[in-house]
């Protein structure tokens, strides 16, 4: 049997504030699966999503592809694990678009004599071929977004979890990003409040509330719950 | 230093078949260094440094006028000390200069002047690199050429988090005025403090946050990942001379 891509079991946090964030969660992705994360705001997805980098440390224990996310593995597990936040302003930090998109890849190792190339792809993957040279602090927001989902695209990780990313993009935009996910071989996490795209890419879906995950099952099955949707204020 | 958004002068030059950062780092501190270092009162060593500096700016195809205009907005900062100076205590051999109705030390006026002198060869220097090589690239030069890893790190994250700082303001501002703000000087005062109060907090957590997602695209602390190429022909031709050509001005008998 495969090891899958990512396993959650019984993990829990608490922000240094005293906010439970998570209580309890346990999730299976297994490998090329594509699952929508949902749930209302504060429901705890994107520390949820935080966690499969190692980003913040607590109770339970995580897994990408079977190895267990503790410090001595972190350098593997994030170059398996692609994490796309929910704000880009969080994700770009370099003078120019090609850096940022460049950054993840130069800390893996690839050579500069392949960086144009690689950069110019996953600029064009995500429709902004034009973008290179600009400074991310001057993009429109969608733009920032298509960016920041590139310096992810860039790192060629095995599984991408994506924090809403077709949240502020036009309706081509978020078409032409849907139709890019579609096309992906890789694993994907997903955590969105569109419906839409959850029925048309992800075979499964996940929804949490209040830090811990409430129902999971068939796309077609649990969007087709009203009354279920509406408790967990997604309809 | 400054930072043009939107702008790599380092991917630029190199596409251009321009100079290495190494280069230009090597060229203008070295002159910055060889001008602080010429002996007290040899003003035609330090005026052949100020030509050295044109002819560079020439060679580099530095904006002159763009440069002038920042050292000369950056002059009153380190021109402040510099103005004191004449006015301290008479000591032994040294005399008196009168200035109207101020007595002026001698001394302590000709050391005005040289540190004034060179303070603004170093700053007109510092200020031609940054027109002519991004700060990213500097950086990354710096890396290359060796310069301890810490010191490089605290660039990278000092301009990182400069950015952060000035990011949150733009936005706090851009908020706030949105809002309607104005009206009596104490209600502006107090939303001024405020203002800063959340403004060290906000960048702190995003600083925190961005850290995050530095560490998800694989950086593990220490210097940012740079690729390195050998120097070109050019380049060694350009460090060479700038080299020899300083030391041969302190030389001469001028
Ligand atoms: N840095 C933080 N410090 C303290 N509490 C936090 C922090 N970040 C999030 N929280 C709290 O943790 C809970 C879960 O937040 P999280 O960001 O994971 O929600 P989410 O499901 O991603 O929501 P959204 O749909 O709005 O993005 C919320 O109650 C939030 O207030
Ligand atoms: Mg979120």
Redesign the pocket.
């Known amino acids: 049997m495969t090891a899958p891509a990512i396993s959650v079991k019984n993990l829990s946090f608490r922000?240094?504030?005293g906010?439970p964030?998570l209580e309890g969660v346990s999730l299976r992705v297994a490998q090329g699966e594509r699952v929508a994360l949902l749930?209302?705001?504060?429901?705890?997805?994107?520390?949820?999503m935080l966690h499969l980098n190692g980003l913040h440390e607590s109770r339970g224990e995580v897994e990408i592809l079977g190895v267990p996310v503790l410090r001595r593995n972190l350098k593997l597990v994030r170059q398996r694990v692609g994490l796309v936040f929910?704000n880009p302003d969080d994700q770009l930090f370099c003078p120019t678009v090609f850096e940022d998109v460049a950054f993840g890849p130069r800390n893996l190792g690839l050579p500069e004599s392949r960086m144009e190339e690689v950069v110019t792809h996953a600029l064009a993957q995500v429709g902004l071929p034009q973008a290179a040279q600009r400074s991310p602090l001057h993009l429109s927001i969608g733009e920032k977004k298509r960016a920041a989902m590139a310096t992810v695209l860039a790192m060629e990780a095995e599984i991408l979890c994506l924090?809403?990313p077709t949240a502020g993009l036009d309706p081509r935009g978020r078409r032409e990003l849907m139709d890019l996910l579609k096309a992906l071989s890789q694993t994907l996490l997903v955590?969105t409040?569109d419906l839409e795209l959850a029925r048309s890419l992800c075979s499964r879906c996940v929804i949490?509330a209040r830090?811990k995950v409430v129902a999971e099952g068939e796309t077609s099955d649990l969007l087709g719950r009203q009354e279920l949707l509406l408790e967990h204020g997604l309809a | 230093m400054h930072f043009t958004p939107g702008h790599d002068h380092y991917h630029e030059a190199l596409e251009t078949g321009g100079l290495d950062a190494r280069a230009k780092i090597v060229a203008w501190l070295g002159l910055a260094i060889a001008g602080v270092l010429t002996p007290w009162g040899q003003w035609p060593v330090l005026g052949a440094y100020g030509a050295c500096w044109l002819l560079l700016c020439l060679a580099l195809a530095a904006p002159l006028l763009k440069v002038l205009r920042r050292v000369i907005a950056a002059s009153p900062f380190f021109l402040l000390l510099a103005v004191l100076l004449p006015f301290r205590p008479l000591e032994p051999g040294d005399h008196a200069l009168a200035l109207g109705p101020l007595t002026l030390s001698a001394a302590g006026s000709e050391l005005a002047l040289d540190m004034a002198a060179k303070a603004t060869l170093s700053v007109a220097c510092v200020a031609a690199l940054a027109s002519t090589e991004s700060l990213a690239g500097v950086t990354r030069g710096m890396q290359r050429l060796g310069a301890p890893a810490l010191f490089v790190t605290l660039m990278n994250f000092t301009f990182r988090y400069l950015l952060v700082l000035r990011e949150e303001t733009q936005r706090m501002k851009r908020a706030r005025d949105a809002r309607a703000f104005g009206g009596r000087w104490l209600w502006h005062a107090r939303v001024v403090g405020l203002m800063i109060g959340s403004l060290f907090l906000r960048s702190i957590?995003r600083a925190e946050r961005v850290h995050q997602a530095m560490a998800s695209r694989g950086y593990s602390g220490g210097a940012f990942a740079v690729s390195s190429r050998a120097l070109s022909g050019a380049e060694w031709l350009l460090i060479a001379s700038c080299l020899l050509l300083f030391v041969v001005v302190r030389l001469l008998p001028l």
């Open positions: 922000y240094p504030d906010v964030a749930g209302a705001n504060g429901a705890g997805k994107s520390t949820l929910q924090d809403e955590v409040h949490m830090g | 957590e």
